[in-house]
């Protein structure tokens, strides 16, 4: 597997079924801001509330292959396996990256478990062996990752940009960056933000 975080933000995608399963995949592509094309003969309430507010397009009816012309990836979401299949293979014949759900054989990627502080994104796969040891491990690397963590990656982000403008050697303003996102660094941000809430 080669590790790594798409941009698609902008780009086509395809969900191909919308019940429950399809709804949680179409969540994560929007939060992604993919523009998302629904190919479903139904859906669940809330993909339709989608459909009608604009924020989806919603094809009622069965897949086609021709569905596929122009996507980035595809998402197969529906109740049968062997039409996710058949998504599938005429994805890679397309070229067009495919994640057919619960099926790891014919996934091209598959969906993480991740905890999100921000900027911070933390992704955690077992190549579709066990997503419950993925969600288990995600719960326990959340208490290690608090909500501060999304304000102190900004902010080491903003004093990384004023070291990147300021002359100095190289090896020193590396010393600095390491410091800044040290733990001890972060225990201080907490304390420091904890302390003017009070």
Known sequence: MFPLFLKLDGRPC?????GRVGEGKLRSLLRAGARV???????????????????ILWRRRKFTGRD?????????????????EVIFRQARQRGVLCNA?????????YYPAVIRRGSLQIAISTAGLSPELASRLRKELET??????????????????????????????????????????????????NASKK
């Open 144 to 193: 290690s990752f608090p909500s501060e963590c999304a304000a102190w990656l900004d902010s080491l982000g903003r004093r990384r940009q004023e070291l990147l403008q300021t002359p100095m050697p190289a090896a020193r303003r590396q010393r600095f960056l390491r410091r800044l996102a040290s733990r001890r660094a972060f225990e201080q941000f907490l304390a420091s933000a």
């Open 14 to 18: 395809l969900l191909v079924g919308a």
């Open 101 to 109: 759900v619960d099926d790891p054989r014919h996934c091209d990627f």
């Open 37 to 55: 094309n629904v190919v479903a003969p139904r859906a669940t309430a809330a993909v339709q509330r989608l459909a009608k507010s604009g924020k």
């Open 68 to 84: 596929l012309e122009g996507m980035f990836l595809v998402v197969a979401a529906t109740s049968t396996r062997s039409t996710n």
